[in-house]
């Protein structure tokens, strides 16, 4: 049973554009979120991230949005550049247990079109 | 900057041979960790430690064995390897209380045949 989701595989977004990323997921005792980028042959690098108790965070341009009552989180990318082009992927914890695993979700590839 | 080094970029085995995989970690970081990522399946985790000879089991375990002698070194057993081990193998390092803290190596693709 997968806990975090993310349920398209890939996204082609024109350089210049908004790029959306989405995730949900399910144990309602994950309290923190993040999101990781992967480029091939690499691995994946910590991109940003949020606290259940923010509904927002920003940095540059990579902004992740918290809907705690939907269970959804989105990454917004603005503008969209092709060295964005990478594997996002989503990953959650329930830090208040104590616990510093991640779990991941399967990953969207996103490619960014000049 | 941390770094997480996977001793092998690249390894092919043959199916029943026992796998070490090696990764160390130059930051003095208490917690390692063990994922596979297998596309349309995103990362999963095999194994981690929170310190020096502790171990736990992630969310697929089975088959595999970890090693933690030494804070800096921990290394994934494939006790007896099979072609459904065919993967990409990552490992990771953290300190204690930073869920964002996490450094991956660049990772081992381990083909069994």
């Known amino acids: 049973d997968q806990q975090v989701k993310q349920n398209s595989p890939s996204l082609s977004v024109q350089e210049g554009r908004i790029s959306i990323l989405n995730c949900d997921y399910t144990?309602?005792?994950?309290?923190?979120f993040l999101w990781y980028k992967k480029y091939p042959a690499e691995g994946p690098t910590f991109l940003i991230s949020i606290s259940s108790i923010k509904d927002k965070n920003e940095d540059g341009r990579f902004t992740v949005f918290l809907n705690k009552s939907a269970k959804h989180l989105s990454l917004h990318i603005v503008p969209s550049q092709p060295g964005d082009s990478a594997v996002y992927f989503c990953a959650a914890s329930d830090i208040g247990a104590g616990s510093y695993q991640l779990t991941f979700g399967k990953g969207t590839k996103l490619s960014v079109i000049p | 900057d941390v770094k997480v080094t996977q001793s092998s970029r690249y390894l092919v085995k043959r199916t029943g041979e026992k796998v070490f995989l090696e990764c160390v970690q130059d930051?003095?970081?208490?917690?390692m960790f063990w994922y596979r990522q297998d596309p349309g399946l995103g990362l999963r985790l095999i194994y981690f430690s929170y310190d020096v000879k502790m171990k736990e089991k992630g969310d697929i375990p089975e088959g595999y064995s970890v090693s933690r002698e030494k804070k800096e070194r921990f290394s994934l057993i494939l006790e007896s390897a099979s072609t459904n081990q065919t993967s990409m193998y990552l490992c990771?390092?953290?300190?204690?209380?930073?869920?964002?803290?996490?450094?991956f190596g660049s990772g081992t693709r381990l083909t069994v045949v």
């Open positions: 930051m003095d970081h208490e917690n």
């Open positions: 144990n309602s005792m994950f309290d923190y």
């Open positions: 990771a390092s953290s300190p204690p209380d930073r869920v964002d803290g996490y450094t």
